[in-house]
């Protein structure tokens, strides 16, 4: 069974940092962290290749990291200087086979 699990949301002020974590149940391939505010479509956020190359979406480069254990079959998603439009709830989705895989999704809200 394939299984990924989120944590690590939360509440916070603009300015602030929250770590994401996903747990895999299986070594997995193009992992990403996703994300999906109200009214509005999922989106990339950031993903990790499995030789480790990362790629940002525009409005997260330069605050957010993706990182990997593979020991530890976990994905972080550092975030620093959250702004309010960072409010959301976030997805790991990573591919195992010929499909691809979704956690359930962790909230993160950024007051202003």
């Known amino acids: 069974q394939v299984q990924l699990v989120e944590s690590g949301g939360g509440l916070v002020q603009a300015g602030g940092s929250l770590r994401l974590s996903c747990v895999v149940s299986?070594?997995?391939?193009?992992l990403g962290w996703y994300r999906q505010a109200p009214g509005k479509e999922r989106e990339l956020v950031a993903r990790i290749t499995s030789t480790g190359s990362t790629s940002y979406a525009d409005s997260v480069k330069d605050r957010f990291t993706i990182s990997k254990d593979n020991a530890k079959n976990t994905v972080y998603l550092q975030m620093n200087r959250l702004k309010p439009e960072d409010t959301a709830v976030y997805y790991c989705?990573?591919?195992?086979?010929?499909?691809?895989?979704w956690g359930q999704g962790t909230q993160v809200t950024v007051s202003s």
């Open positions: 299986r070594s997995m391939s193009n």
């Open positions: 989705r990573g591919s195992w086979g010929l499909h691809y895989y």
